[in-house]
């Protein structure tokens, strides 16, 4: 029997050796991780700085986005186009600027009744609306109202976006504005180490969320958007 729990506990013995060694070389062999926050209010930047971030990481010729994400991405973006019109169009009142012919008045109003998205027709409002010059006074006047810097870039690519075979373009996933609800973490690799990049919702319902992150984050990344310092928020309205 002596014998017998002997050869059992060399066999253990050997089993724990090999694990003990194999975990010693995982952690030899395994990079250190940072964990990087990106904080600030919403519509400030920081999924678009995810975005670069993984564009900036992506290896050995891989896509960043896939078909998938492309697909999604398709319906956001038209979806801004329309929201950014209609922006724009709320604007015109706020400013009292008069829309370049009676016409752009009519165009602003069927605009709001569209609920499908970026269909044919909201397609020629926007068209119409787009080369109105009172649209055109009230989008170089901006910074008095909140708009979305890309909605003139997607504005000026209506045509190929609006096209059958559209699909985005990294440009196009970039500049499109999609709010963030909830959480969104990538881990980036460099030669060295592991980088986990959290992203949480700005709006006002999501900074509860923020502070269980604080915790174990090596860095915190506050984000603001210069071309809007001297407004408030838009939660806020004129408070």
């Not at 059992?8 to 724990?16: A, F, H, N, V, Y």
């Not at 881990?187 to 923020?210: A, F, Y």
Request: charged residues 25%; aromatic residues 6%.
């Amino acid at each position: 029997m002596g014998c017998k729990c002997s050869t059992q506990e060399k066999e253990l013995r050997g089993k724990k050796n090999t694990i003990d060694g194999v975990i010693k070389q995982e952690k030899a062999s395994s990079k250190p991780q940072a964990t990087v926050l990106l904080l600030g209010a919403g519509a400030a930047g920081k999924t678009t700085v995810m975005k670069q971030m993984q564009m900036l990481h992506t290896r050995n010729g891989k896509p960043t986005f896939t078909g998938t994400d492309r697909k999604q991405f398709q319906k956001a973006i038209r979806d801004n186009i329309v929201a950014n019109m209609r922006r724009v169009c709320a604007a015109m009142v706020k400013l009292d600027i008069p829309y370049g012919s009676p016409e752009g008045l009519e165009q602003a109003k069927l605009l709001v009744d569209v609920t499908e998205g970026l269909t044919s027709k909201a397609v020629e409002l926007v068209q119409a609306l787009w080369t109105d010059p009172g649209i055109q006074l009230c989008l170089a006047r901006s910074s008095e109202y909140h708009m979305e810097d890309s909605a003139r870039y997607f504005f000026e690519n209506l045509a190929r976006i609006s096209s059958s075979t559209y699909i985005p373009t990294d440009q196009d996933i970039l500049l499109c504005r999609v709010m963030t609800t909830g959480v969104r973490e990538v881990v980036l690799e460099e030669e060295n180490m592991l980088i986990k990049v959290v992203d949480v919702g700005g709006q006002r319902s999501e900074r509860r969320k923020w502070i269980p992150y604080f915790e174990g984050s090596t860095a915190v990344i506050f984000m603001a958007a210069i071309s809007e310092y001297d407004q408030f928020l838009e939660e806020q309205g004129s408070q």
